[in-house]
């Protein structure tokens, strides 16, 4: 089993910068971790993901060269690095844990980030 908490979200204006943690306990050994995100009325959409040795990363067209996405092994951390942002970045953020293409996920509670202009 593992347990995701989410930090770091919070008020920011546009340009700004934030930096979110996903904590991880449990067994994580060769998880995928990914952040999501979901703004009222949306369906919740993949922002970016790294896999499970740090090696390739992935990101979304509308954040690509603004989110970074790194995870810290001896900490049992992920982190989103978020520059430059923007109103239509607000949303409550997600921390996922992926095994075996989905065979095991998990999620955490969201942390929410809101962009004012």
């Known amino acids: 089993q593992v347990q995701l908490v989410e930090s770091g979200g919070g008020l920011v204006q546009a340009g700004g910068s934030l930096r979110l943690s996903c904590a991880a306990s449990?067994?994580?050994?060769?998880?995928?971790m990914g952040w999501f995100r979901q703004a009222p009325g949306n369906e919740r959409e993949l922002v970016a993901a790294i896999n499970w040795s740090g090696s390739n990363t992935y990101y979304e067209d509308s954040v690509r060269g603004r989110f970074t996405i790194s995870r810290d092994s001896a900490k049992n951390t992920v982190y989103l690095q978020m520059n430059s942002l923007k109103p239509e970045d607000t949303a409550v953020y997600y921390c996922n844990a992926d095994w075996a293409l989905s065979i095991s996920t998990y999620w955490g509670q969201g942390t929410p980030v809101s962009v004012s202009s």
């Open positions: 449990g067994r994580t050994f060769r998880y995928a």
